[in-house]
């Protein structure tokens, strides 16, 4: 394997006055490189970028650059929509304006998402020219350069987010992630949902991005045919390549066990990746 150069750390925007960082894989070796621009889980609240600290190795040792970004986080009386999503487009603005400087291929450019980070990668990936999410930070040093990816991964994520509210009313009731994100409820807005759901952004205008998404068949938090299934389906019939990537028993976070440890999850997912970013990215 070839080595792999990790810069750990790097300053991609600051927003309102916090820093935004992420960690770098690099491969090693002359040529541009094609990237992925990953976005962790942890329900809007919560988790951190290392969980794709075996990611990063891996696609990097097979050509594939990694930037694996923190964003800011919601709590209860501070939401994030649509900050955290305008913290992943400028991530992905980041990479194309600096690619130079990274041996990066400003041209081939991808999110990573999971759970929560799937949807705000969706959110980037089909949502980056809606008025809700452009020019948002003009003082950003690569305000000015496209926030458009050629492929998405989403992986268990979270695509309507009103079936989502639903599911936190019933299983925690005093402290539902999504009101705390947007700071309503779907009776309160019901625009605020439709604008932070996934799936209304799948249209034909949007069918040049490659799409992959993976799901387990036993996700205990998010339901698959709610979010994956429907999405998929919405995306089919707007045009879009999308392949599916289901995981038999796997239920919700796994993305961030290793690669290469027996039975693994992620190491059922890994080649499909693979084959998907050789076709799509």
């Given at each position: ?200 952004y799948a249209t034909f205008a949007n069918n040049h991005i490659g799409v992959l998404l993976s799901v387990g068949t036993e ?28 995981v038999q028993g796997a239920p919700h976070y796994w993305l961030s066990d290793p690669i290469d440890e027996a039975g693994s ?17």
């Amino acid at each position: 394997m070839s080595q792999v150069e990790v810069r750990e750390g790097v300053t991609y925007a600051t927003h309102d006055g916090v820093a935004l960082a992420g960690d770098l894989y690099l491969p090693a070796g002359a040529g541009l490189h094609p990237a992925l621009v990953a976005v962790h889980g942890g329900g809007w609240q919560a988790g951190a970028r290392s969980a794709f600290q075996f990611w990063g190795p891996y696609l990097a040792e097979r050509g594939y650059a990694l930037f694996t970004i923190s964003y800011r986080l919601a709590k209860k009386g501070q939401t994030r929509f649509p900050q955290a999503v305008n913290d992943v487009l400028a991530a992905v603005q980041f990479m194309r304006g600096t690619a130079g400087q990274f041996r990066i291929d400003p041209e081939r450019i991808a999110l990573f998402g999971a759970s929560a980070g799937a949807h705000l990668s969706a959110l980037a990936a089909l949502g980056s020219g809606h008025e809700r999410f452009k020019n948002a930070y003009p003082q950003d040093a690569h305000a000015g350069v496209s926030a458009k990816v050629k492929a998405l991964i989403g992986v268990y994520g979270v695509y309507d987010l009103v079936h989502m509210w639903q599911t936190y009313a019933l299983k925690t009731p005093a402290e539902n992630n999504i009101a705390n994100f947007l700071g309503a409820t779907p009776m309160d807005d019901p625009q605020l949902y439709f604008d932070a759901t996934p799936i209304n952004y799948a249209t034909f205008a949007n069918n040049h991005i490659g799409v992959l998404l993976s799901v387990g068949t036993e996700d205990d938090l998010v339901d698959r045919r709610a979010h994956t299934d429907a999405f998929q389906l919405r995306l089919s019939q707007a045009g879009f390549f999308v392949r599916p990537c289901i995981v038999q028993g796997a239920p919700h976070y796994w993305l961030s066990d290793p690669i290469d440890e027996a039975g693994s999850y992620s190491g059922f997912m890994a080649p499909r990746l693979m084959r998907f970013l050789k076709e799509r990215l």
